[in-house]
């Protein structure tokens, strides 16, 4: 986010105003307005107001210009941290599914014959194609494992486990122990530990369930190793052990040696926490959801709206599918869910234009399957917008239409002061055979993304209440037409 001075900068080339001229209309002295532009100096709030309206700002610009004035006030790690999750949650929305145009070309050699008689690599352009053969020589198991300890920083393998899982050519189990930093002031976030979360949250939504983060806590993540190789990746037949900065490796083939390695493994997964948890149970999936909404409080981002606030039991009995296997589980869940969101306090839903048009037109949810939920017809769709139009307008709910690309229109995510943060993939998600959800409860984690999701009604990521409440409503009288 650019800071509050340099934005006001902008804004007087754009509106071709000059310090002096801004000065005179507005009455803010022009010593306060220059200081404010060198960063020596914060307006005071009150000036705002009138700055606001002699520069003739549109709503998109005073909400940013509001926007930038209230980061001013935060802590630099929360502004930072906002970026972090912005920028996951962009990547993942231009994620590309597609299916590779080519496969990649037969190793022209094996681990052995590519190793030789060596056992130290260095340089990337040594170390990299003995990172690929070993992974490749393991996947031709059928009881492909793979252990790691390398830090998701290190770029080359964790994108080389997004690609596979990507194009679908990895389905081994794959465990991971990472390093989190437990430096710093438990109230704030760290920023090594979200970077490191960021990076393998889409290998997590990729991976059919077959990948397993573990996590510990340790007070040296800046320290300099004695250990010329801390690192190591661990397969059947050899062990890769890697410098702090991967630039170099160690090759270990000997079968004492391999599992000396994976009992050592076995025996820090013991010591660590599971980063997330997964399930793929539609009835665990809905209850998860209400794990991960506060006792006073729902926060949801999605590319629909969250219309559960308006769900009673008679309109749960009217939908949900009675021919579903586990529709007395279900019933009972969705009761307890929805019940809960009627009755708290602050309900936050999040969600994109096109998600609410295609909700209009179809009147189906994108996060229950069809074959679970009977599609809502045009009357019922109305009186659904129309009633979070209303709720808007009043403040009962906040809830904005977000600009493109804020959020990957494939996944949702809930997030809570008190018990975790929960992503679900939809029924848009392209790879329907690892539809699941992913959980997780480290509190600094939770913290990060709370504060990401609540900040943005207030961004110039949003559209303002009004403009929200205005499109839901023009929907509404424009849904069923065709129908009729």
Known sequence: MLPFSEYLRELLQKKKLTISALSRLSGVERTALSKTLTGQRVLPYDALDALAYHLHLTPSEERRFRAYYDAQFEKEGIRRSQEVVGRLFSDLAKLDFTTPA???????????QYAGERSIFSGATNVQPLLRMALTEELTRPDARV???????????????????????????????????????????????????????????????NYHPYYYYDNSIAARYTDPFPYFLATHGCVVCLSEDG????????????????????????????????????????????????????????????FGRFYDEAIIDRYLRRELPFYERLLMVARQRFNHLRSVGQFYTLFSRSGL????????????????????????????????????????????LLEPGVFPDYLSMTTSRESGVGFFTTEHFPLQDGFCSVQIREPNLCRAFHGWLTHLPSSAQAMDAEKTAAVLEELARTTGRKEM
Not at 177 to 201: M, P, Q, T, W, Y
Not at 363 to 392: H, K, N, S
């Open 247 to 306: 630039g170099q490796a160690m090759l270990l083939r000997g079968a004492d040696q391999v599992e000396r390695y994976h009992r050592h493994f076995q025996s820090l997964l013991a010591q660590c926490y599971s980063l997330i948890q997964y399930t793929a149970d539609p009835v665990e999936i809905l209850a998860s959801y209400d794990d991960h909404t506060d006792r006073n409080g729902f926060y949801m981002i999605m590319d629909q709206p969250c």
């Open 357 to 400: 048009e295609r909700f209009a037109a179809t009147g189906t949810l994108d996060d229950f399957p069809v074959a679970f939920v009977a599609p809502f017809p045009p009357d019922y769709r109305r009186q659904l917008m129309l009633a979070l139009a209303e709720r808007i307008r009043t403040g009962d709910i906040i809830s904005r």
């Open 147 to 209: 252990e790691l300890t390398v830090p998701p920083t290190d770029t080359f393998l964790n994108d080389e486990l997004l690609r596979r899982y990507l194009d679908g050519r990895l389905t081994a189990e794959v465990s991971q122990i990472i390093a989190f930093d437990a430096s710093g002031a438990a109230e704030d976030i760290n920023l090594h530990n979200l970077e490191c979360f960021c990076r393998v949250l889409p290998i997590c939504l990729l991976s059919k369930r």
């Open 102 to 112: 080519f496969e990649e070309s037969r190793l022209l050699m094996n681990l052995a």
